[in-house]
């Protein structure tokens, strides 16, 4: 028994044949070990054998043993197992009772594992190592806690399209790009950094992923990690900091920024809009007041796409509610187009501006931007189904339908898009606003674009 799932199983059996908490040890060391469950049954147990339905535990104590099951405290599965027991003789409401010791003891190791994975998130930093098939990225990172399998698929999301390699004392996960695999943990002398972390990757852990050229009693005795036990840490150090030059480098920017890991799959438009607040997918997120998500029916038959909100959207957290959505509005209503079968939304959910003294200046987003935003504005999209997109800009063609298409000799028309039976763009009303001159006549060319719209959407 080397994890929860084991755990859970024999725990299911013991609970099965009645063997109570007193009569059963699980004893347990650091993962990569094997636990054992140690049966001590009394044969004079007067526990009774527990019915099966009695075995039904509340979901919330799953995710809980879960995570207390990742605790290096070698007591934690014997703790899991009274707490089951108890559940489920009797006192089934036993996780709302903080006071209660068990409970409290268990909160306490959920908690530090929780910070714990997220510290593990912030604080491992890969290095650039050159690999057999190209570039490959390798930490070494000593987390508190049994994390690095539960941790595994953060990395993957972030780094999904990097090949990378975690080393922990405890156990290592090597991403190849395709799939990730777990190994035995790297030595807990010192932190093996710079050229040492890098030849600790080569000679020996590279291979041990390789099962194609893995002679691993041989690449154990030449492991050149013997070595780094004699090395005071402080060495160590610095022969990092001598070394590290350019050739450390925070996977972060070599990573592409994509909203995409914080987009819940197949969701409806409030889950959407309350997962998007929460969203680090490029750097717009710090500046900005908040996530600006799109507005309107979630059976809308158009969805308009803006640029970005503006500053009065990024106050209020809703989108064209200041100067470019009060003349959109307009415009709208003197095109007959029903306001209420229009969603409205944003290529770039978070406000880009630069301060000038009091005021906030729009910025234009870059390519980079519009691209990790992508995933919410498809989402939405795919969430409405609506039977057609109208881009307002360049910044919202360029996110759905790609440089190719220009404003200037394209707007009107009726294109074919994957998202919607049909796409159209349009000038933005916000250029409208900053034209100098000949507002009036480009302000009837963006009427005479939504009258199009309105007669697409005629009842036929
Ligand atoms: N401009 C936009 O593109 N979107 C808004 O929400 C406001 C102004
Ligand atoms: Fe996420 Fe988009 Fe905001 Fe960037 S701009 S943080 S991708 S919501």
């Given at each position: 028994m080397n994890d929860f799932a084991d755990w859970r199983r024999a725990a299911r059996e013991c609970l099965r044949h009645g063997i109570g908490p007193a009569a059963v040890r699980f004893t347990g060391a650091e993962a990569g070990q094997h636990l054992l469950l140690t049966d001590e049954r009394d044969t004079n147990s007067s526990d009774p054998p527990v019915a099966r339905g009695a075995q039904r535990v509340p979901p919330a104590f799953l995710s809980l043993a879960e995570a207390v099951s990742l605790h290096r405290d070698g007591h934690r599965w014997d703790l899991l197992y009274r707490l089951l027991w108890r559940l489920t003789h009797g006192e089934p409401h036993l996780l709302e009772v903080e006071i209660d010791e068990d409970v409290r003891r268990a909160r306490l190791m959920e908690k530090a594992v929780r910070r714990d994975m997220h510290k593990m998130r912030a604080f491992v930093r890969f290095r650039e190592v050159a690999g057999e098939t190209g570039t490959e990225y390798v930490a070494w990172y000593r987390p508190d806690h049994l994390i690095v399998k539960a941790n595994a698929p953060f990395f993957v999301r972030r780094f999904g399209s990097l090949r990378w390699a975690i080393l922990t004392p405890d156990a290592s996960a090597y991403w190849d790009g395709e799939e990730v695999r777990f190994g035995p943990g790297a030595p807990q002398s010192s932190a093996p950094a710079g050229d040492a972390l890098e030849e600790l990757w080569r000679a020996y852990y590279a291979s041990t992923f390789n099962p194609a050229?893995?002679?691993?009693?041989?690449?154990?005795?030449?492991?050149?990690?013997?070595?780094?036990?004699?090395?005071?840490?402080?060495?160590?150090?610095?022969?990092?900091?001598?070394?590290?030059?350019?050739?450390?480098?925070?996977?972060?920017?070599?990573?592409?920024?994509?909203?995409?890991?914080?987009?819940?799959?197949?969701?409806?438009?409030?889950?959407?809009?309350?997962?998007?607040?929460?969203?680090?997918?490029?750097?717009?997120?710090?500046?900005?007041?908040?996530?600006?998500?799109?507005?309107?029916?979630?059976?809308?038959?158009?969805?308009?796409?803006?640029?970005?909100?503006?500053?009065?959207?990024?106050?209020?957290?809703?989108?064209?509610?200041?100067?470019?959505?009060?003349?959109?509005?307009?415009?709208?209503?003197?095109?007959?187009?029903d306001r209420s079968l229009v969603y409205v939304t944003n290529a770039v959910k978070h406000f880009k501006f630069e301060e000038r003294g009091k005021r906030r200046i729009h910025k234009k987003p870059s390519g980079t931007e519009i691209s990790a935003c992508r995933p919410w504005l498809e989402a939405e999209l795919e969430a409405i189904r609506p039977e057609l997109i109208v881009c307002l800009g360049s910044t919202a063609a360029q996110a759905l339908a790609g440089r190719d298409v220009r404003i200037g000799a394209d707007r009107g028309r009726f294109l074919d898009h994957h998202l919607a039976p049909k796409l159209m763009v349009t000038i933005h009303p916000s250029a409208l606003l900053r034209m100098p001159e000949g507002f009036d006549e480009e302000y009837a060319r963006f009427v005479a674009d939504l009258v199009l719209v309105r007669d697409f959407l005629k009842p036929r």
């Open positions: 050229r893995a002679n691993l009693r041989m690449m154990r005795a030449e492991m050149p990690v013997r070595h780094w036990a004699t090395l005071p840490e402080s060495q160590v150090i610095h022969e990092l900091l001598r070394n590290a030059g350019n050739r450390v480098v925070t996977m972060i920017e070599k990573q592409k920024s994509s909203a995409r890991e914080f987009v819940p799959p197949a969701a409806a438009l409030p889950e959407l809009a309350g997962a998007s607040q929460r969203c680090e997918g490029c750097d717009l997120f710090r500046a900005a007041t908040q996530t600006v998500f799109g507005e309107g029916p979630p059976r809308a038959r158009v969805v308009m796409v803006g640029e970005q909100p503006g500053d009065e959207e990024d106050v209020k957290g809703r989108p064209f509610v200041g100067p470019a959505g009060r003349l959109l509005d307009k415009a709208l209503a003197e095109a007959g187009v």
